[in-house]
């Protein structure tokens, strides 16, 4: 792994990606920051820079097969490389139980989260087996691990990635590349704002969790680091959950 590597984070305007690909920059890393809205993208990308970082902005709809191969080409094509992959974007179209789920919703959201990912994945492969090698991480989510009455369409979707993960790493294996996922449990972003604007249900996940706080996106941005670094050359497949230990309490 060279350096300073070039590595991708989709949905790195906001939250979690972006937090990633904060830390990552400071990390020496040249990160490409991506999601639908690419004013927001080069927003954060100048933020980066001016932190002394190096960033540009791509934006890419990962449910749209054609964005999906120009972010990968115009990466290599502006870099020269690619090292590393964060499949962090995600859809969550539904709330409430499966029957209020239909198929267009169900397509979405496997399409996005699952194909999407894979299809990544793939387009990255060649470019990152001539650089050497590099790291794959998916953005999963407890969600995939436990039964959940209210999101459980988005579950089926984490638990699918985390087959991914297991699937990508044996593929990839051979190219040099590791695959691994972090599933985190619930952190304050703008995905979980109608939760947390209830501050009852603050006090209750702040009860639960038994390190006692709501996760915060630089939580998971560290994992992510550790997953794409030297320290963690001999993991490839695994599912790492950071949660604040709320899984093995049975869930919330
Ligand atoms: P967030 O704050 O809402 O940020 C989502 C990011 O993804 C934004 O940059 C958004 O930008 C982008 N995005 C959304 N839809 C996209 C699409 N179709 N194509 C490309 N980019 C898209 O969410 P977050 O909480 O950081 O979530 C990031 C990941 O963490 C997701 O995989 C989620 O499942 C996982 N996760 C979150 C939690 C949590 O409690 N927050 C818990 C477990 C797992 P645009 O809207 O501009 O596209």
Redesign the pocket.
């Known amino acids: 792994m060279p350096s300073n590597p070039i590595t991708v984070i989709?949905?790195?305007?906001?939250?979690?990606?972006?937090?990633a690909a904060e830390l990552l920059a400071a990390r020496g890393h040249r990160v490409v920051i991506?999601?639908?809205?690419q004013d927001?993208?080069e927003s954060v990308a100048e933020g980066i820079r001016e932190a002394g970082g190096e960033a540009i902005a791509v934006a890419?709809?990962?449910?749209?097969d054609d964005q999906l191969e120009a972010l990968i080409s115009d990466t290599v094509e502006r870099f020269g490389r690619l090292d590393n992959l964060v499949?962090?974007?995600?859809?969550?179209p539904v709330y409430g139980p499966s029957d209020n789920v239909d198929r267009k919703a169900f397509d979405v959201i496997m399409h996005?989260?699952v194909f999407?990912s894979m299809r990544l994945g793939h387009l990255a492969r060649p470019h990152m087996a001539e650089a050497g090698g590099g790291a794959v991480v998916?953005?999963?989510?407890?969600?995939g691990m436990l039964g959940n009455r209210v999101i459980g369409a988005?579950g089926l979707s984490?638990a699918a990635e985390n087959q991914l993960v297991r699937n990508l790493a044996l593929e990839f294996g051979g190219d040099g590349i590791r695959v691994n996922a972090v599933?985190?449990?619930?952190?304050?972003?703008?995905?979980?704002?109608a939760?947390l604007s209830d501050e009852r249900m603050v006090k209750h996940f702040e009860r639960t969790t038994p390190l006692g706080r709501i996760?915060e996106?630089e939580d998971?941005a560290r994992v992510i680091a550790f997953l794409v670094g030297e320290d963690s050359r001999w993991l490839s497949g695994q599912v790492v959950t950071a949660d604040g230990g709320i899984t093995v309490t049975g869930g919330f």
Not at 34 to 37: G, K, V
Not at 87 to 92: E, M, P, T, V
Not at 138 to 143: E, N, T, W
């Open positions: 989709t949905g790195s305007s906001r939250g979690i990606g972006r937090a991506s999601s639908r809205d927001s993208c890419c709809h990962v449910g749209q499949l962090n974007a995600a859809s969550n996005n989260n999407g998916l953005v999963s989510s407890i969600a988005y984490k599933a985190p449990g619930l952190i304050r972003t703008d995905f979980s704002k939760l996760g996106p998971i």
